[in-house]
Structure formats: C-alpha cells, structure tokens
C-alpha cells in the first residue's frame, strides 16, 4: 500500500462540474484532488461531444464542450488541482479521525475531509458487443484493452471495430500474434487515415486479414476461444481465433460508487438541496449523477450545486472558521487567490 | 401533423401524430416507445435510438450522414436500412413512415 496523499477534497470525475468545483472550493482555500476514469479532463463534453456546440451556458451563445473545458482548466488553474486520470475509485471508508479514504483501482490512497462526487452518467467503460455468451469469454479470450502486448504473443486475434483503438492495435499486434484478423461491419474506418491506409497495406502483403461483417456468435470451452462466426455480406463465415478484442466504443455505469451505501433514486445519488450531501454526511454528489425533486440535468444545475456544495465542505473542513461571503470582483483577498491582485 | 408510425420489437404499433422539424426519436421518447433508449439525448453520440427504416420508406428517408454511418458501428444487427431515429427529421413526404424498432439497442 502506498502512503496515502492528504489533501481537503477528493472529487470524483473532472468533466465540467468536477472542474468548477476546484473554483468554488479553492475559493474558500480548499485543496483537490481528482480522479477519473478518462485519460483526460472532461467527462462526456470531451469523450462525447468535443466538437459540438452547447447553447446554454451563461454568457456562451455557443461554445463547444471542448472549449468549454479548456476555458474551466484555465479558470481553474489558480487553485493547482491535482489529477488522477485513468483511474476509478475502487474503495471508501470512513477512517476514525472522521476523515475519508478513497482509494483508486491503481491502490492510490487519499484522505480529505469529504468527497465530491461528480460522476456525471458514471464512468466510462468498454461497451460490451453484443454477442450471445460473450460474458464466458471475458478476461480469459475477450479483452475490452490490451494492457501488456505480450499476452497475444502467438495467439489467433480476432480484432472488431473500425475506429482508431481497432486500427492502431491491428497495426501494433501483427508482429507479435500469430495471426490478425480485422472484422468491421463496412468497408469504411473511423480511424485516421495513415492507419487505415497501413491496415490495407498490409491486408495487401498478406500480413492481416480483413472481413466486412459483424460477430454474431462465439465458439470454444472453458472460457477458452476458438473461432468466431460473422455475418458477412455473402452470409455466415467462421474464422478460427483464440483471442478477440472488440473495440465499440464506451457507456457509462455507475459502477463502485453503487455499493457505498448511498441512498439512490433510479441509479442516480439522492441529495438535499441546500448542500447537495447525500445519504453519508461528508458524500455530497453534484451534476448529472444526483437527484432531488426537480433535478434538471444540465451543467448549468451543476454549476449551482458546486457553489452550494463548497459552502458545507467549508464548514467541515474548517469548523472553527467564521464563513465569510464574498464576491470575486471586490474581494481582495479572494482575487490574491486567483492570482489577479 | 404528420403520420409516423413506430413498431416496438414485440409487434405494438405505435401511431403518432408528429410536428415536422421534429425528430423521430423525439417522438418516441415523448410516446415511451419501448426499444429507443436515446441516452445522449439526441446528439448522435451514442447509437441507442438505433431503428430500422420500412423498406417502403427507406428511399425517401435517405441514407445516414458520415457522422451518423460512424455511430452505427455501435449499434447492434445493423441493416442496409439502418438509421439512427435522431438523425431522421419528420417532414410533409414522411407521411405514413413506419419505423421497427430492433430486439436491442447496444
């Protein structure tokens, strides 16, 4: 076990309202960490729309959800939050201190005085195909990700999908596996150019093989693969594989966070409306993964909720500590925050 | 008003009465048809309002965008009349559409 990291807040997702709340937090001198799934900062505007536009945020007419993002990271910045990407939150306790310990799948401990979670749809995870008894096939012969190459060493692999995760592990697993063959339901990719022009490349020397079509069934013992039917355009063909990694993309589930005892309205968190806590004081849940009478799932809501949330946070971190109100634009002690005094 | 129709996978016909501009998912939803989950709310960003257009209609309906003929790659028994009910806006000549909805959606 590592030595776990001490800090005020841990947040649990950095899509937009996990980002603001490090404002309204640090604000009121409030330290964060946070942890999330993604690879990057900004849950479902940077995974699900990075490009399109969002018309609802005050003072934006129109900003995309990637740029949405980066202004937040900018505004944010001041308060030196700490991230943990490629990570999902695995344990919570309460420890005796009345503190909490969250800790990642990675075994990361972190203690704070409460958590946010600001989870959104939940967290990001490789949608399953569907394909009858693929579940007997997972973790055995079916990978959702390639951690270590070297587990396909010499292995018939099966790759389906069309985007650049397909492409980019066809092209860096041919060497390694005995055979490779791509299975896409079109002739046309997702994935960049190069990679799909390298992909016909090597279909063309004989390295890979490449059939238009989609899994429909699974064949093999013991969790142990050995071939696969796809329905192509000219019907069914079974081609013989141990290994299969299919590549369609993420949903999200609630995942962990579901077994921490919180009370839920429909898989979404039950909180109040003055602070937005949730069945364990100290949890507070804000953004699209909470509920209360009236809830509108908007960024906008949880925006609010952040603002809300800090004031209770604040009062438990720093007890002692008369709350003070104050505006951005004529305190001085909360523009030397920012850093613009 | 135009007339759409909407047919869940165990055979229910759902007959709507829909607003051109509108967009066939909309109306499912609105109708709690039983199959179109639509999780992303209409963005064409996650293939759960995944349908498949009556062959009748599937020449007036159109073929899929680029953007949408991607997200089909997440949908589940996809079809040459495939579409995503997002994408499909009602208008005067979809009169009568109908529209299946799949045994699931991804």
Same mark, same amino acid.
């Given at each position: 076990?590592?030595? =776990?990291?001490?800090?005020? @807040?841990?947040?649990?997702?950095?899509?937009?309202?996990?980002?603001?709340?490090?404002?309204?937090?640090?604000?009121?001198?409030?330290?964060?960490?946070?942890?999330?799934?993604?690879?990057?900062?900004?849950?479902?505007?940077?995974?699900?729309?990075?490009?399109?536009?969002?018309?609802?945020?005050?003072?934006? /007419?129109?900003?995309?959800?990637?740029?949405?993002?980066?202004?937040?990271?900018?505004?944010?910045?001041?308060?030196?939050?700490?991230?943990?990407?490629?990570?999902?939150?695995?344990?919570?306790?309460?420890?005796?201190?009345?503190?909490?310990?969250?800790?990642?799948?990675?075994?990361?401990?972190?203690?704070?005085?409460? @958590?946010?979670?600001?989870?959104?749809?939940?967290?990001?995870? =490789?949608?399953?195909?569907?394909? =009858?008894?693929?579940?007997?096939?997972?973790?055995?012969?079916?990978?959702?990700? @390639?951690?270590?190459?070297?587990?396909?060493?010499?292995?018939?692999?099966?790759?389906?999908?069309?985007?650049?995760?397909?492409?980019?592990?066809?092209?860096?697993?041919?060497?390694?596996?005995?055979?490779?063959?791509?299975?896409?339901?079109? /002739?046309?990719?997702?994935?960049?150019?190069?990679?799909?022009?390298?992909?016909?490349?090597?279909?063309?020397?004989?390295?890979?093989?490449?059939?238009?079509?989609?899994?429909?069934?699974?064949?093999?013992?013991?969790?142990?693969?050995?071939?696969?039917?796809?329905?192509? /355009?000219?019907?069914?063909?079974?081609?013989?594989?141990?290994?299969?990694?299919?590549?369609?993309?993420?949903?999200?589930?609630?995942? *962990?966070?579901?077994?921490?005892?919180?009370?839920?309205?429909?898989?979404?968190?039950?909180?109040?409306?003055?602070?937005?806590?949730?069945?364990?004081?100290?949890?507070?849940?804000?953004?699209?993964?909470?509920?209360? /009478?009236?809830?509108?799932?908007?960024?906008?809501?949880?925006?609010?909720?952040?603002?809300?949330?800090?004031?209770?946070?604040?009062?438990?971190?720093? *007890?002692?500590?008369?709350?003070?109100?104050?505006?951005?634009?004529?305190?001085?002690?909360?523009?030397?925050?920012?850093?613009?005094? | 008003?135009?007339?759409?129709?909407?047919?869940?996978?165990?055979?229910?016909?759902?007959?709507?009465?829909?607003?051109?501009?509108?967009?066939?998912?909309?109306?499912?939803?609105?109708?709690?048809?039983?199959?179109?989950?639509?999780?992303?709310?209409?963005?064409?960003?996650?293939?759960?309002?995944?349908?498949?257009?009556?062959?009748?209609?599937?020449?007036?309906?159109?073929?899929?965008?680029?953007?949408?003929?991607?997200?089909?790659?997440?949908?589940?028994?996809?079809?040459?009349?495939?579409?995503?009910?997002?994408?499909?806006?009602?208008?005067?000549?979809?009169?009568?559409?109908?529209?299946?909805?799949?045994?699931?959606?991804?």
């Amino acid at each position: 076990m590592s030595t =776990p990291i001490e800090t005020d @807040v841990v947040i649990v997702g950095a899509g937009p309202v996990g980002l603001f709340a490090v404002f309204e937090l640090g604000l009121y001198d409030l330290k964060c960490h946070l942890i999330d799934i993604l690879d990057r900062p900004g849950g479902q505007c940077a995974e699900l729309y990075p490009e399109k536009p969002i018309y609802d945020i005050p003072a934006w /007419p129109e900003i995309s959800g990637q740029a949405l993002v980066d202004r937040l990271m900018e505004q944010i910045a001041p308060f030196k939050p700490e991230f943990h990407f490629n990570r999902m939150v695995s344990g919570f306790r309460k420890l005796e201190n009345g503190r909490f310990e969250v800790e990642t799948d990675e075994g990361e401990l972190l203690h704070c005085h409460a @958590v946010v979670i600001a989870a959104g749809g939940g967290s990001f995870q =490789p949608k399953r195909p569907p394909v =009858p008894g693929i579940e007997a096939y997972e973790g055995t012969s079916v990978f959702y990700s @390639v951690r270590r190459m070297e587990e396909f060493r010499g292995q018939d692999l099966l790759i389906v999908g069309g985007g650049d995760s397909a492409l980019d592990w066809t092209l860096n697993l041919q060497p390694v596996a005995k055979s490779v063959t791509l299975v896409h339901r079109r /002739p046309d990719f997702r994935a960049a150019p190069d990679s799909v022009n390298k992909m016909f490349a090597m279909r063309e020397e004989g390295k890979i093989t490449f059939q238009v079509g989609q899994v429909t069934g699974l064949k093999g013992e013991n969790g142990q693969l050995s071939a696969a039917t796809v329905k192509g /355009p000219d019907g069914d063909v079974e081609i013989a594989c141990t290994r299969m990694l299919p590549f369609f993309g993420l949903t999200m589930k609630l995942g *962990p966070i579901a077994d921490w005892g919180l009370n839920q309205h429909e898989n979404l968190i039950s909180v109040d409306t003055e602070k937005f806590e949730t069945s364990i004081p100290g949890v507070f849940a804000i953004g699209d993964i909470n509920w209360y /009478p009236g809830k509108l799932k908007l960024i906008l809501s949880g925006f609010h909720e952040a603002a809300l949330m800090t004031q209770a946070v604040a009062r438990i971190a720093h *007890p002692d500590q008369k709350m003070v109100f104050q505006y951005t634009t004529s305190s001085t002690s909360l523009q030397k925050k920012l850093g613009v005094q | 008003m135009t007339k759409i129709t909407l047919v869940a996978f165990d055979g229910t016909r759902f007959d709507i009465d829909a607003v051109n501009g509108s967009t066939v998912m909309e109306n499912a939803i609105r109708n709690s048809v039983p199959g179109i989950e639509a999780e992303c709310g209409g963005a064409c960003a996650c293939a759960t309002c995944h349908v498949y257009v009556d062959e009748q209609w599937s020449d007036v309906v159109g073929s899929p965008e680029p953007m949408e003929e991607d997200m089909l790659d997440f949908a589940f028994d996809v079809r040459p009349t495939s579409r995503l009910s997002c994408q499909i806006k009602v208008r005067d000549e979809l009169d009568g559409l109908v529209v299946h909805v799949p045994e699931r959606q991804a």
